[in-house]
């Protein structure tokens, strides 16, 4: 788990590849919209955490940074315009990202 060690563009990125990934299929859109917050080093980084992870320890490192990055209302809202985003970067706005979308308005 990542320990508290990510800056926001950091967990945001980590946070936009769990979400990317959600429907299996990680397009080059969502890629290109993520590594466009991060430098090259950075992103194969946290790609290479996130892909080493299970889906539960992705979830626990996300909610590890709740009190950091998103303790409020408008930062929750913040977050979660950021994740529509990289729902719709592909075109589609696919059933399962939907879901997802409605358990992080719940778990965050």
């Given at each position: 788990?990542?320990?508290?060690?990510?800056?926001?563009?950091?967990?945001?990125?980590?946070?936009?590849l769990y979400v990317s990934h959600i429907?299996?299929?990680?397009?080059?859109?969502?890629?290109?919209?993520?590594?466009?917050?991060?430098?090259?080093?950075?992103?194969?980084?946290?790609?290479?955490?996130f892909i080493n992870m299970t889906d539960?320890?992705?979830?626990?490192?996300?909610?590890?940074?709740?009190?950091?990055?998103?303790?409020?209302?408008?930062q929750k809202m913040e977050l979660l315009?950021?994740?529509?985003?990289?729902?719709?970067?592909?075109?589609?706005?696919?059933?399962?990202?939907?879901?997802?979308?409605?358990?992080?308005?719940?778990?965050?």
């Open positions: 788990m990542s320990e508290l060690k990510w800056n926001y563009r950091e967990f945001l990125s980590f946070l936009l429907d299996m299929e990680y397009s080059p859109e969502e890629k290109k919209m993520i590594q466009s917050r991060l430098d090259v080093k950075t992103y194969d980084r946290l790609y290479n955490e539960f320890q992705a979830l626990q490192t996300i909610m590890s940074y709740k009190g950091v990055y998103f303790p409020t209302v408008d315009d950021n994740v529509k985003k990289i729902c719709f970067v592909d075109g589609e706005f696919a059933s399962i990202e939907k879901e997802i979308m409605h358990f992080l308005e719940k778990l965050l």
